[in-house]
């Protein structure tokens, strides 16, 4: 199955936007080797917007002769000899949204171009398309054009969460769609996207199908295309915690040759990647909220059984005490539970109830807590 899981990876936008050229994706691609990524699961090497010309060739899509010389196809080869995937991208108007030729009207042409390159991803924009046009009716033309070519092709999606996709993306064959407005690297923009618009989508993802809340800005500092100040350390652990939890996607966006530890280490993190992999292919929810004055608690269930807890300080106090009861989750209070506390690395035994941690202001702590057999 394509994407039983979160598909991982990294996509060229948020630091690079226009900026882009085969040279980047080489270096981008023998970096996700080199630091580890592409073995914590990170395989899906993206190149989003302005890969291509300004204008067709006989009728086909082709890439900027002087930035992709080399041409898409044997782009894609070095990219597999790496042992990573390769994903591309266009759009579902006339054009992308940076006014370069996308696929309306070309959608098998290009799905069968994309197949012959060996392509393993396509993310499709929505702009440029015409005024009332109906999206699902496009989407699920690129969906058909896909499944055609008889290659795996996972099938990702962005109209920005315009049109309700959760309730109809899976059934034009796409395996993750936008549910919101593009990230930028701030801490308002990730607590928007993150906490306030993922309400509610939990029972729309599992395996196969994912809500997507857009690529990471984890690592990024203000560096980028759509660069801000960036966030704190603290808002980044919180920021990769949150979309773990939410079974998101992970799509990096900072530049991976040129990482600082907490970054690469926070990327590489086992236990947090393990709780998005999890192969239940829940989607975490919030279970508790005290609203914007305190702190927010998200839950996923997981396979073994055992609940994989958030607990955020979104407050500007630091060391702030904030408690999980049992209930939020369904357990019996006088459960006995193991309480994993990952971000410390604590491990208490036979605890009932409820199990509290001081967390830093914008920082989250996050748990596994596993039921005790009795
Ligand atoms: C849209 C998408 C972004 C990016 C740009 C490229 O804004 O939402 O993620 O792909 O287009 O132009």
Redesign the pocket.
């Known amino acids: 199955m394509i994407a039983s899981t979160p598909p991982m990876g990294w996509n060229s936008?948020n630091t690079f936007g226009p900026n882009i050229d085969e040279n980047l994706i080489l270096e981008t691609a023998d970096a996700l080797v080199e630091t580890g990524l592409r073995d914590a699961g990170y395989r899906y090497l993206v190149v989003?917007?302005?890969w291509m010309a300004p204008e067709r060739k006989n009728g086909l899509l082709v890439p900027d002769p002087e930035r992709f010389s080399m041409g898409i196809g044997p782009l894609v080869q070095e990219v597999h000899d790496r042992g990573l995937l390769f994903g591309i991208?266009s759009s579902a108007g006339t054009h992308?949204?940076?006014d370069l030729p996308a696929s309306y009207g070309f959608e098998q042409v290009d799905a069968d171009t994309f197949a012959e390159w060996e392509v393993d991803f396509l993310?499709y924009?929505f702009?440029h398309t015409a005024a009332g046009a109906d999206p699902v009716a496009l989407y699920r033309r690129m969906g058909q054009a896909l499944r055609a070519t008889g290659r795996d092709i996972l099938y990702s999606i962005?109209e920005?969460g315009a049109n309700q996709p959760w309730e109809w993306a899976s059934s034009v064959g796409a395996h993750m769609w936008?549910t919101t407005?593009?990230i930028v690297d701030s801490w308002e923009s990730v607590s928007r996207l993150g906490f306030e618009l993922q309400t509610d989508l939990h029972p729309y993802a599992g395996p196969g199908h994912w809500n997507d809340p857009?690529?990471l800005v984890v690592g990024m500092h203000g560096k980028g295309h759509v660069g801000r100040t960036g966030l704190t350390d603290a808002e980044y652990r919180s920021h990769f915690a949150l979309w773990c939890l939410l079974a998101s996607p992970l799509m990096i966006g900072c530049d991976v040759r040129s990482m600082d530890d907490a970054t690469r280490h926070l990327l590489l993190d086992e236990s947090l990647i393990a709780i998005n992999q999890d192969p239940l292919g829940r989607q975490g929810y919030r279970a508790s909220s005290h609203g914007h004055t305190h702190g927010e608690t998200w839950a996923k269930a997981l396979a073994d059984g055992s609940w994989a807890v958030g607990i955020f300080n979104r407050t500007e106090r630091p060391g702030e005490f904030l408690t999980v009861g049992w209930e939020l989750f369904g357990l019996k209070v006088d459960t006995a539970a193991t309480v994993h506390n990952l971000s410390t690395g604590r491990i208490d035994h036979g605890v009932v109830a409820s199990f509290g941690t001081r967390v830093d202001s914008h920082d989250v702590h996050v748990l596994r807590i596993t039921p005790e057999r009795t």
Do not use: G
Request: hydrophobic share 20%.
């Open positions: 936008w989003d917007d302005v991208y992308t949204c940076e993310k924009d702009c962005c920005w936008r407005e593009d857009d690529m």
